[in-house]
């Protein structure tokens, strides 16, 4: 006798953005694919979204769109099967789900999961979906809470879960619960967004639905979740992951302070921990303190260089003596001896800073 087959839930994939406030990590990698515990960030989402029983994701593709099917293909190897859909110019976020609509499968009344391509997240996937298919909601949005709401899209909720407004970065947030980027869809609501057109879900879709009287729902929690689209959040992302504060079906390894890749060489008197990641064939050297971080592949940390909660890009050298904390260190550039960077700088790719170039000091 034949097995009743599950009723497969597909999901669309947001990775049209381009990352603006990563650069320079994302001068020549989109967001999605930057290397984060060890490997793509998206294939920490996918595995997590495939644990939840989606076995079809279509990408929603703009900036540098070929890279995203020359990093995953048709997904076989991830057990999934994968579909790229590419605006020729950005259509936003309501007009990129539109776009990418036209290569599901499913008929009008199915749930259809829809995520942004920067968030990690501990959240119930199957759960958000029940509540939705129960309620038989237009959309569930994931929900969650934050200290500055003002960054994010604010949503209120009634005590039955009504979502009763969508603020998007509206300077006064009249609650701290936001839009946490995942949403399921009624199929025939995504249907109703114009087509070929700019649209943005948060700014004109959910505020459009709401006032329409459809039911819009918060599938509010309180589990593991992170935007990942600031330098500094994108290393938390990674040691967190590193460190197992959120699980990922996709980590490369044990968790545990350090997860060193392939090839790596962390000498005997180096001290790397924190959650940090050294890239494949990434060496550091004794006396260096690394901690926190993302080391790209092929980089050095030289003898009694000291990196915290900083990204050092691939082929990169930090010079004896340097000192960087919340960094970002483009790909092949050197930072000489004696240099120290602190929150917030950003050195381009390639630049080679000259010993003692840039100094801190705390008498400003
Ligand atoms: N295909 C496509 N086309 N994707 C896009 C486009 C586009 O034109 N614009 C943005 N995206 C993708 C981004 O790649 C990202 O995965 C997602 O849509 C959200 O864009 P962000 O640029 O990261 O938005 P945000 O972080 O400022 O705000 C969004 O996420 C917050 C949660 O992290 C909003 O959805 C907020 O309401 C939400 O609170
Ligand atoms: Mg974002």
Known sequence: ????????????????????????????????????????????????????????????????????????????????????????????????????????????????????????????????????????????????????????????????????????????????????????FTRSVIDTIPAGEVVSVERETFPGLIEDGALVLGYADASYWLDVGTPGAFVQGSRDLVLGRLASPALPGPTGDLLALPGAVVDAGAKVDGGSVVGARAVVEAGAQVSGSVLGDDCVIRAGASVTDSVVGIGARIEPGAVLRDVVVGDGAVVGPGNELLAGSRVWPGIVLPECAIRFSSDR
């Open 1 to 184: 006798m034949m097995e009743t087959p599950l009723p497969e839930l597909e999901a669309i994939l947001l990775v049209g953005g381009q990352g603006t406030r990563l650069r320079p990590l994302t001068l020549g990698t989109p967001k999605p694919l930057l290397p984060t515990a060890g490997v793509p960030f998206l294939a920490h989402q996918l595995a997590r979204a495939r644990s939840f029983g989606v076995r079809r994701i279509v990408f929603a593709t703009s900036y540098r769109a070929e890279m995203f099917s020359e990093a995953f293909g048709d997904g076989s190897a991830f057990g999934l099967s994968l579909e790229y859909m590419t605006e020729e110019t950005p259509l936003g976020t309501g007009g990129a789900i539109r776009n990418a609509a036209d290569a599901l499968t499913c008929g009008p009344d199915a749930p259809v999961l829809v995520l942004n391509g920067d968030i990690l997240s501990g959240h119930d996937i199957g759960d958000q979906v029940a509540r939705h298919t129960a309620r038989q909601a237009a959309v569930t949005l994931h929900l969650t809470e934050v200290e500055d709401p003002s960054r994010f899209g604010c949503v209120p909720t009634d005590e039955d879960g009504r979502v009763t407004a969508f603020l998007e970065k509206t300077p006064n947030p009249v609650t701290n619960r936001i839009n946490a980027g995942c949403y399921v």
